[in-house]
């Protein structure tokens, strides 16, 4: 389990008064410090996001961060997200600019432009890589929720922390000039007891983008949520959400066939009731009578643990890297092509380096040669698994501690869980520690300057059951 210095004492996100402690420490002015390499510790900041306190990494500090920790910046060399850099997003001033290959308004009583349809006839488009589809924006807002980073013991999650940690994500990226939060649409953890409050947030949301036909540009939503039914009615499919089960979205005819054209493979691990979640990310705008009508989409399939996967091998490989509570992390491709080898999960916790897993999956025109030759380009181990010469798993590299010595409070980090040694708010704000070195006052601008190239929320794990 993590663990941070404020002030003098340890803290750890799973003990109950966390968030308290963050508050306190932010009123304070106190600088946290993760303590994944040892003693000294890494920097960290606190974010106040809608009311709530979060701990951030500080903009280029991913790589200082033990392999394993929340924070850690995974080598770019390994991810479909280093394709991107300078033209999917750009790092400019407090933000990160994000330039998509779909649209995000259209003109009402029009149908969705044509590059719109082109992207979705090529979901992982090469025309024009450079820039973030559906797709690779949902990768990389999976990465910025640490959603990729599995942290091994103590780790659940739901609706409510894949939410939040999404929302924190958003923040600091902006499409075009406004805040990427303007767009993105999820839906909250709903319960009976306050359906009708989440009903009418929904509503007064919803009925600012109605459409109306006029020469005003027509604004769209994105959504992300889980699939829960997609089912033929009228002159098209009903889409019905979880969380969302008073609101189905409209999908046309002409959307779902090309839905069942590109996505056919999530579509048939949904059908076949794989283990875990389908998630739909897509475009929608919403009628002069309410209703959301979807534009374009994407689906994604997740594990039960909110883990990207594309098969039962993959599948077969988190479910024993979970049961075995290692920590590693799930590599997304982005725009790049199946065919390119790329390694599908990195180890966190063996020794200091990740070790790159490489799974030869039917999907992939990749041969053992291939993927091995890329495998020894890079500077990091690998292990490789065939599931067609070998049905069983091989063996992987086992847990290692890491060996520096400046790291020896890294190597405890999977040992039992840590008690505070704060027993109250009070004495956080009394501590020894040096100010915290905050860029800009006001609490708003303080996230701004300091997220800006942060390059994930380093979310913390265990704050929601
Ligand atoms: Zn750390």
């Known amino acids: 389990m993590a663990r941070y210095s404020i002030g003098q004492a340890t803290v750890s996100p799973d003990q109950p008064d966390f968030e308290q402690m963050l508050q306190s420490a932010y009123n304070s002015k106190l600088r946290p410090n993760c303590l994944c390499v040892g003693a000294s510790g890494v920097p960290m900041y606190i974010s106040q996001i809608n009311g709530r306190f979060w701990l951030k990494r500080m903009p280029d500090t ?37 330039r ?199 689906l994604m399939f997740v594990s039960e643990e909110w883990i990207p996967y594309d098969n039962i091998y993959e599948l077969a490989i988190i479910q024993k890297l979970v049961a075995e509570k290692r920590t590693f992390l799930r590599i997304l491709r982005y725009n790049r092509p199946t065919a390119a080898p790329m390694p599908t999960f990195l180890l966190t916790d063996h020794g200091n380096d990740p070790v790159a897993l490489y799974v030869l999956d039917a999907e992939s025109s990749a041969d053992v040669a291939q993927v091995e030759a890329s495998a020894s380009a890079s500077s990091y181990a ?41 027993p109250t708010r009070a004495t956080l704000s009394g501590g020894f520690a040096q100010p915290v070195n905050q860029p800009i006052p006001a609490p708003q601008t303080t996230a701004q300057a300091e997220t800006l190239a942060s390059a994930s929320a380093a979310s913390i794990q265990s704050r929601f059951a």
């Not at 750009?90 to 600019?97: G, Q």
């Not at 046309?252 to 048939?268: D, P, S, T, V």
């Not at 980090?413 to 704060?422: E, G, K, Y």
Request: proline letters at 7%; glycine letters at 8%.
């Open 62 to 98: 991913g790589r200082q961060h033990a392999t394993g920790c929340a924070s850690w910046e995974m080598p770019e060399e390994f991810s479909g997200r280093s394709d991107l850099y300078g033209s999917g997003f750009t790092y400019e001033e407090n933000e990160v600019k994000l």
């Open 100 to 298: 998509l290959n779909f649209p995000l308004s259209r003109r009402g009583g029009q149908s969705p432009p044509p590059t719109a349809k082109a992207n979705a006839e090529k979901p992982s488009v090469q025309a024009d890589g450079k820039r973030l589809t559906l797709r690779s924006l949902l990768h990389y807002l999976w990465d910025e929720a640490g959603l990729t980073n599995w942290p091994g013991k103590n780790a659940r999650r739901n609706w409510t922390f894949v939410n939040e940690s999404l929302t924190i994500a958003a923040d600091q990226k902006t499409v075009k000039q406004d805040n990427l939060q303007h767009y993105l649409y999820l839906p909250e953890a709903w319960t009976k007891e306050h359906r009708e409050e989440i009903a009418g947030r929904r509503r007064e949301r919803f009925a600012r983008i109605s459409g109306t036909d006029g020469k005003n540009g027509h604004q769209l939503l994105l959504v992300i949520a889980e699939v829960k039914d997609i089912e033929q009615a009228g002159m098209g499919f009903r889409t019905v959400f979880y969380h969302l089960p008073d609101c189905p979205f409209v999908m046309e005819q002409k959307l779902h066939e090309r839905l069942l054209r590109h996505f056919g493979k999530e579509m048939r691990m949904w059908t076949g009731k794989q283990p875990g979640h389908m998630i739909l990310t897509g475009t929608f705008s919403v009628s002069p009578e309410g209703t959301p009508m979807l534009e374009e989409v994407c």
């Open 382 to 422: 690998h292990w490789m698994w065939n599931p067609r010469t070998h049905g069983e798993i091989l063996p992987m590299p086992a847990v290692l501690p890491r060996t520096d010595p400046a790291t020896a409070v890294a190597s405890t980090r999977v040992s039992a869980p840590t008690t505070s040694a704060i």
